[in-house]
């Protein structure tokens, strides 16, 4: 039986993502920005795409080494 390289699975994996994008709606955008300022962006895309209309969500965050934070924002393009 073959092994997976780290190759193989980095292709595995990006085929994954190719594939969920295609069959998801949502639009995520990726911010890392320091603690405070993540914040109030979080609360201008909040403002700006209402999470009942948009059902916009932080999907996911990290505090990086260097103290800022990563987070995704999800939203779906338009409203209803």
Known sequence: MRRSTPA???AKS???LRK???NDAFR???FALPRE???EKAREVFR?????A???EIESWRELPDGRIEF???RLPTAD
Not at 48 to 52: I, N, Q, S, V
């Open 37 to 39: 300022e993540a914040r």
């Open 20 to 22: 969920r994008a295609e």
């Open 28 to 30: 995520r955008d990726t």
């Open 54 to 56: 948009y059902m916009t």
């Open 48 to 52: 700006r795409y209402p999470k009942p």
């Open 8 to 10: 193989d699975i980095a």
């Open 72 to 74: 995704t924002m999800r």
């Open 14 to 16: 990006a085929q994954a």
